[in-house]
């Protein structure tokens, strides 16, 4: 007689599923809130103002910070929703109660946010010089850096708004495929403007073939379509490539 078995319990849970998961959460927020849609549409426009303000690494960790701090608590707010709503159909006025002081906490998040935002860009608002904009291609690291969370951001809304599967696999567009060429674009003007000379082109060549390699990875396994993982890519390539051109 063959044995039974045993479903793993939550604690023997695998990493990957574990994120799968919590992937799942994050994408279901964006999908339904419009106030985490709304966070993540701001986080993006801050991200992008760093980048013609010139802050330096100790003013964006802070930036990254908050908007992960006002993130977190939208998905406890959410969170609680849900779990007052499966608690009671009925109005009760603990249930509202609770329902608002989550809330609060998102508006708290939020002010301190905003408050957060002015003090380490307010120094550098006001009309962007030349310099400005040179000092940002002098440090290919943050442009990097902050181009990659942008695509993320946009690949998760993306996500989101095309109703895909809640996974943390598949659905359109392949974040693979943005985050592969996105490093293809940025591999490539750093090793012109690095002065790698006659490697560039090598640089360059080598790290289009090992997006491509992630591309045809998505699509040979099943897990995106050739459509979802172009969009990807060219959203991954024209976000970095505007990033690098323009600034």
């Known amino acids: ?13 695998g990493v990957v599923r574990s994120f799968e ?5 994050m ?23 760093s980048l013609f303000l010139g802050v330096d ?22 969170a609680m929703e849900f779990v007052v709503d499966l608690a009671t ?3 009760h006025p603990l249930a509202k109660l609770a329902k608002d002081v989550s809330a609060g906490a998102v508006l708290v998040s939020s002010v301190g946010a905003v408050l957060v935002g002015y003090l380490v860009l307010a ?14 291609r002098h440090q290919p690291a943050h442009l990097t850096l902050v181009t990659l969370g942008v695509i993320v951001l946009i690949v998760l809304l993306g996500k989101a708004l095309t109703h895909s599967p809640n996974s943390f696999v598949g659905g359109m567009p392949s974040g693979h495929a943005a985050v592969a060429f996105a490093g293809w674009v940025a591999a490539s003007f750093i090793a012109v403007d690095g002065g790698a000379g006659s490697y560039a082109g090598l640089v360059s060549v080598i790290s289009l073939l090992m997006a491509l390699l992630v591309c045809q990875s998505r699509v040979e396994s099943g897990l995106h379509s050739v459509f979802q993982v172009i969009m990807g890519a060219v959203i991954g390539a024209l976000v970095t490539t505007a990033a690098f051109q323009l600034l």
């Open 1 to 13: 007689m063959a044995k039974k078995v045993e479903k793993p319990s939550k604690g023997q849970q």
């Open 21 to 25: 998961h919590a992937y799942r959460g």
């Open 27 to 49: 994408l279901f927020a964006v999908r339904t809130q419009r106030n985490m849609r709304l966070h993540v549409v701001v986080a993006v426009a801050v991200l992008v103002a």
């Open 57 to 78: 690494r100790l003013e964006l960790a802070v930036l990254v910070l908050t908007i992960l701090l006002v993130f977190v608590t939208e998905l406890f707010n959410t």
């Open 89 to 91: 159909k009925e109005y």
């Open 123 to 136: 120094d550098d608002l006001g009309p962007l010089s030349l310099r400005t904009l040179q000092s940002i």
